[in-house]
């Protein structure tokens, strides 16, 4: 054994701090390197990526006979003392009370070689004639091309036309927007302010943003889009499709850095219906609903605030399974619900007849129905409800209860508050502006029909409920409120 000596040790650590330093030298090269790859692995130019995509690119040129105008508008005041005497002139002349072809310009995509190309609805709506302009190259149709509608979609803004190309044409194809990131970067091609074929670059802003529509699920861009961008494809870095330029925030009607593109994913569900049917085929489960708040959670008895609450059940699927008003649906087609607008859009891409399991929760314990669903286009302006209603005597007192001031719906209220002829409840007839109530909305003239899960008819079954709930340790009430004859639940805090 070799003894250990002081000059040993003291090597020693010098050599292990060399290798130390050593290591620490070969990281921070190979950092580095990695650095320096990942930058020369990033396109220098956006070039070859628009050579790529924008053979498919269009410009739509739509045409609109008008009729002329029938007097001086825009030119005198209505009343003035000169509005006969440019009346008379316009008549002379005659120009201005000619039918007059208004025309406007727009962009659209192929997403076919044999001819289909998406836009937006707005671009075409009303046209008498469509032209397609395609981007110059060699093998590119060189004259406008007549195209004709092969079906339009109002509720998503999408419109997809058809050609009758001399060549097969290029087109472009949909990826998927549920992939794209915050951050990640985008391209937006079309046909800005009627200037011709233009590209500009940005961001995806934000996700999931929803402006004014049932179906919205727009992607925000900071990519410059402006007028006669309308209908042009947002690509992503591999040339896929992923929205449809649709719409800006802005001011002054340019850009700000603030544009919507419809979501491919939704897009292309509406492009395959339009193809087959002509027309869109949404699925209908047939409810009225509204979100789940905490305070409805705890009336309720739910250990979270999720799902959706089911405000009322016309004729239709639902009830025709067995679904009913205060259930709260929990899980659709094997999909876990968020919200309203998630189900909404869920029911909506679920084929139509689809037998499918719409998991609730009902009064403390979970529960499984089938639902075949119906066709929501064939159900619009068929939303029936049900009226309910116990025989009891309605009272015709009022009294201050949680804020409010209610009275018996009396007879002649009915046609004035929308009620059918056997719904009872309570009217409100004012409310305390200080109140939760107040704050939850709750406003005169709303009409409660249920409290606690539970018809109601006189002020004493209101009493009734509401001391059941305190009774049960619940610190709000679950009311069941109608509104021009539309449903909603409120859980009102009873400690008012």
């Known amino acids: 054994m070799h003894p250990i000596t002081r000059s040993k040790v003291e090597s020693a650590i010098r050599e292990a701090g060399g290798w130390r330093l050593f290591w620490m030298a070969v990281l921070g090269t190979a950092f580095l390197v990695v650095q320096s790859l990942a930058a020369n692995a990033r396109p220098e130019s956006l070039a070859p990526l628009a050579e790529k995509v924008s053979p498919a690119v ?15 508008q825009g030119i005198v005041p209505e009343g003035s003392p000169f509005e006969d005497f440019f009346r008379d002139f316009q008549d002379r002349n005659g120009g201005e009370n000619r039918p007059r072809r208004s025309s406007a310009l727009g962009s659209g995509f192929v997403i076919s070689e044999d001819g289909f190309i998406v836009t937006n609805n707005h671009v075409i709506d009303g046209a008498d004639e469509i032209e397609i302009e395609f981007f110059p190259g060699d093998g590119q149709p060189k004259e406008l091309l007549p195209a004709k509608v092969i079906g339009t979609d109002k509720n998503t803004d999408i419109a997809l036309l058809k050609v009758e190309a001399p060549m097969p044409l290029k087109f472009v194809t949909f990826g ?146 067995g679904l009913q008003a205060r259930d709260v649906i929990t899980s659709f087609d094997g999909f876990e619900v968020k919200d309203t607008r998630d189900l909404v859009r869920r029911v909506a891409d679920t084929e139509v007849g689809k037998t499918v399991r719409v998991v609730v929760f009902r009064d403390g314990k979970t529960e499984t129905v089938k639902v075949t669903l119906g066709r929501r286009e064939e159900a ?117």
């Open 58 to 72: 269009v410009n739509i040129t739509t045409s609109t006979i008008v009729e002329g105008r029938t007097g001086p």
């Open 176 to 321: 998927d927007s549920d992939s794209a990131r915050v951050g990640d970067w985008v391209l937006a091609m079309g046909n800005p302010l009627g200037q011709g074929f233009s590209l500009s670059s940005g961001i995806v802003s934000a996700r999931n943003r929803a402006l004014s529509g049932t179906y919205d699920d727009y992607i925000q861009t900071d990519a410059a889009i402006n007028r006669g961008n309308s209908g042009g494809p947002l690509f992503n870095m591999d040339g896929e499709v992923i929205g449809v330029n649709t719409a800006i925030l802005s001011p002054n009607g340019g850009s700000i850095g603030i544009g919507f593109s419809m979501a491919s994913n939704v897009v292309s569900k509406v492009v395959s219906q339009l193809k087959e049917y002509g027309e869109t085929r949404r699925g209908w489960l047939g409810v009225r609903i509204q979100d789940v708040t905490a305070d409805l959670a705890e009336a309720i008895g739910l250990d979270s605030v999720s799902g959706v609450l089911i405000t009322d059940v016309p004729e239709g699927p639902a009830k025709e399974a």
């Open 380 to 496: 619009v302006g068929n939303d029936g409800q049900s009226s309910g209603g116990n025989n009891a005597a309605p009272d015709t007192a009022e009294k201050d209860l949680l804020g409010l001031t209610v009275g018996a719906v009396q007879d002649d209220m009915r046609e004035e508050l929308n009620l059918d002829a056997g719904t009872t409840g309570l009217v409100v007839l004012s409310v305390d502006e200080t109140s939760a109530a107040w704050e939850k909305g709750l406003r005169a003239g709303d009409v409660i029909t249920e409290a606690g899960q539970t018809k109601i008819a006189s002020i004493a079954d209101l009493e009734e409920q509401i001391a059941a709930a305190k009774e049960a340790g619940r610190k709000s009430i679950f009311l069941m409120v109608r509104r021009a004859g539309e449903p909603r639940f409120v859980a009102l805090n009873l400690g008012e």
